[in-house]
């Protein structure tokens, strides 16, 4: 399962996310939502202001959780690290690196084709990153098995391409390169006027404006399948907007 595994299940038909329940009252705790109501009963579901749900997904670097704001009264996506070896313990100083990269890295941008991070810190020995939580799927998941696609399905999928394309082009405008581009790390949702793609997951970007990045001179990380033949051979050039 991809890294930022945090998009709802699909359970609409035809392929398309739910649409989005009306947002609650940030100041009316009787306008929460039932189950919100539930697990806030339980201690263990709390994480500072957060009431914890349930587990979205897992990849190399953490796991992530549905949960709610309970200052704001909204869902978001909570991205908790992996702490060090399998018994625990404190997380080694390269993971640490990358998982503030990516909080920093997606925390500078502003743009409604790129997950959206609210918060980043440490709480109890526990690295978190707190993130837009999106009410869809993945593209991997909602382009489905290979098929012959009707002119109607190319032409939406060219509009979640070029959404795509402006989320990225808004990061290198940034001095961001994302580096790990796949269909895994982009969710779809459906908007009011139609379907919305942002990037997510910017664990192994490198921010060009400073020259810091989280690989070696020569190393490569990264999907193989999805690599440039210059990221392929540690040979990263820059990007430009």
């Known amino acids: 399962m991809a890294d930022y595994g945090y998009a709802e299940p699909e359970e609409a038909k035809g392929g398309h996310p739910r649409p989005a329940p009306p947002s609650p009252s940030p100041d009316s705790r009787a306008d929460d939502p039932v189950e919100v109501a539930e697990a806030r009963r339980n201690p263990k579901r709390r994480f500072g202001k957060f009431t914890v749900m349930d587990l979205l997904g897992e990849g190399g670097m953490g796991k992530v959780y549905r949960a709610w704001d309970e200052t704001l009264g909204r869902w978001v996506a909570i991205k908790v690290m992996r702490t060090g070896g399998e018994a625990g313990g404190e997380p080694d100083a390269e993971s640490l690196a990358r998982f503030q990269r990516e909080a920093c890295g997606a925390a500078m941008l502003r743009h409604p084709n790129v997950v959206q991070v609210y918060e980043a810190g440490e709480r109890d020995g526990t690295w978190f990153i707190v993130l837009e939580y999106v009410r869809g ?105």
């Open 137 to 241: 799927q993945s593209l991997r998941e909602w382009l489905g098995s290979p098929t012959i696609p009707t002119i109607a399905m190319m032409e939406e999928r060219l509009s979640l391409y070029r959404q795509a394309c402006r989320g990225l082009a808004a990061a290198h405008a940034a001095g961001i390169v994302h580096r790990d581009l796949k269909p895994e790390n982009m969710l779809v949702e459906e908007g009011p006027d139609g379907l919305i793609l942002k990037v997510s997951d910017f664990g192994i970007c490198k921010q060009v404006s400073s020259g810091r990045a989280l690989t070696a001179t020569g190393e490569s990380l990264g999907t193989p399948a999805y690599m440039s033949p210059e990221q392929a051979m540690g040979r990263f050039r820059g990007a430009s907007p």
